[in-house]
């Protein structure tokens, strides 16, 4: 069973279990993710409170709703790849278009390529 992993972070970006709501899988995806200021943080007064969500205090975004919990941090971050996994070994799945990156952020995001592939080939080498 592959482990929950401390997040390595170099700069605005980290190499990261993905999260999951409940169990984590015996075989748990990896990501990279990129850290940003989170629009949200401690904003609950500018919308309408609905159990646990909070919706916006206009008819424009009726549809949206946001979680109490996205008020909570000073940053926000999303996914911007995924380690994959098939017959041949692991690959990178990019939700991004990763040429926009200046050159600092290509290369933490290279580092970290190369840290979540090392760290991903470890564990499949302690599993057999």
Do not use: W
């Not at 909570?72 to 911007?80: G, Q």
């Not at 790849?81 to 799945?93: K, L, P, Q």
Request: with cysteine; net charge negative.
């Amino acid at each position: 069973m592959k482990q929950l992993i401390e997040p390595k972070r170099i700069n605005n970006l980290a190499f990261k279990q993905c999260t999951y709501l409940g169990n984590i899988p015996e075989h748990p995806h990896y990501e990279i993710v990129k850290y940003q200021n989170n629009p949200y943080y401690q904003k609950e007064s500018d919308f309408i409170k609905d159990g646990d969500f909070y919706r916006p205090n206009n008819e424009t975004y009726h549809y949206v709703s946001i979680h109490k919990d996205c008020f909570k941090s000073p940053e926000s971050c999303y996914t911007i790849a995924t380690f994959r996994e098939d017959d041949s070994g692991y690959y990178i799945h990019c939700y991004t278009n990763i040429a926009e990156f200046d050159n600092t952020e290509m290369l933490d995001f290279r580092d970290l390529v190369c840290y979540g592939l090392a760290y991903l080939k470890e564990l499949d080498s302690e599993e057999e």
